[in-house]
DNA sequence: AACATAAATGAGAATGATTATCAATATCAC
DNA sequence: GTGATATTGATAATCATTCTCATTTATGTT
């Protein structure tokens, strides 16, 4: 990881929440990094092809990012209070594959998230 | 449903795949519809706040709608030209109801896609 | 039918996130 | 240091989506 790579991941690291890529650049640019918004977004993508990074949507389409803590993984999320637990699926996964297989389709991707009230909520 | 609804759903029917606003727009106008991207767009967002289509996002952000079928099921989707195939996953189902259940979770929901490429493309 | 009023429509402009372009700058091997 | 190469930031371009508004169409009343 270079220098602009660093200050990226380090914003968003001390964000510790799904931030967009405008959000993290507006955040840099207030602590006098001279970083671009380009640098931004190839930063991020490069993370996320790497699964460094976890990428979600918002309702409207905005890609949002934030660090992971381990490996693969997917979300369970409050519905209510926003509250994201990360959780192991290697059941999930294998089944997405031999899926993908049956059915002859070739470097398959998923999207799995699950969404709920937590405890509090 | 008024004029321009029915058909924008009836393109959307007639598609029978997951398809972005602007391709149904497009679909229409070749048809020789003079119907707007506007009321294209109006008449989806309509629809999916009512539960009439499914949403979901491609990679790049882009809104696919489909017309609901009944009962529960999830797609695997050519993210070349938009072939897509329902598939069965009770795995997935137990998986996300323990999951719930192990974090304390009620009321889970669950999004589930799989993305990739078919044979033909 | 004639009229008034409200709702829906389509064309095009505006918005906003993302991506592409490209000259300037930093990095590295020698 | 010198030249080759990769990275960067500013800015323009792109593209889906939303907004605006004049015009059309539907609706209701007499």
Known sequence: ???SEVKVIGALKRE???SSAQSLYQLLRKNGESTGLATVYRT???AAAENIVD???KDDGEAL???CDTGHHHHLVCTNCGKTVEVE???VEKWASTVAKNNGFKKVTHVVELFGLCQKC
Do not use: P
């Open 55 to 57: 990428v979600l949507r």
């Open 65 to 67: 990012y934030r660090l």
């Open 44 to 46: 991020l993508q490069k």
């Open 16 to 18: 510790g929440k799904f």
């Open 89 to 91: 699926a290697s059941a």
């Open 1 to 3: 990881m270079n220098k």
